[in-house]
């Protein structure tokens, strides 16, 4: 159920840009995150993705990075350099992960635009201003950090301690 939102905006967004997946239909791409505990198959099948959460031990590829890498390709960070740093560890069809990254970087999200249709332009313009101060903020950092230490050594407060 977790995948359901993706799946449909990924969908949503290949529909509404008129993008052309056909080149990836009848592939599986196992994808995962090595700094978050992420995994998921990305099924393409009649010019649509569909996303399950158990990877495929017959996916054509199998694609793991980290959460900094992905963002840098989603802005167009080019995939070749990327695996000269081994900042990406694929394995598997190469071609194939490259037309996905092709594919990710070709959708563009203008998510105040969406907003705005149900909220109108000003509220819409400020929560894209507050979401860009914020990612750009090192408050941003330190929870990703408070995150990741407490889900590799999570951790019981004191007054819960005694309880069973």
């Not at 977790?2 to 994808?31: H, P």
């Not at 740093?85 to 998510?111: C, E, N, P, R």
């Not at 969406?114 to 400020?126: F, N, R, V």
Request: glycine fraction near 4%.
């Amino acid at each position: 159920m977790r995948f359901f939102v993706l799946e449909q905006t990924l969908n949503y967004l290949i529909n509404n840009q008129a993008i052309d997946i056909s080149a990836l239909n009848g592939k599986t791409l196992n994808f995962s995150l090595a700094d978050l505990p992420l995994t998921m198959c990305f099924i393409c099948g009649n010019d649509r993705i569909f996303v399950a959460k158990n990877a495929d031990p017959n996916a054509a590829v199998n694609i793991r990075l980290e959460l900094n890498v992905f963002v840098s390709l989603l802005k167009g960070a080019n995939l070749t350099e990327l695996l000269k740093q081994d900042k990406i560890v694929i394995h598997g069809d190469v071609k194939t992960a490259q037309l996905l990254v092709d594919l990710l970087q070709l959708i563009d999200i203008d998510l105040e635009e969406l907003l705005s249709k149900y909220s109108g332009d000003i509220i819409a313009h400020q929560i894209g201003g507050w979401a860009r101060r914020f990612k750009n903020s090192p408050l941003l950092a330190v929870v990703k950090d408070g995150l990741m230490c407490f889900q590799i050594h999570p951790t019981k407060p004191s007054r819960y301690k005694n309880n069973a």
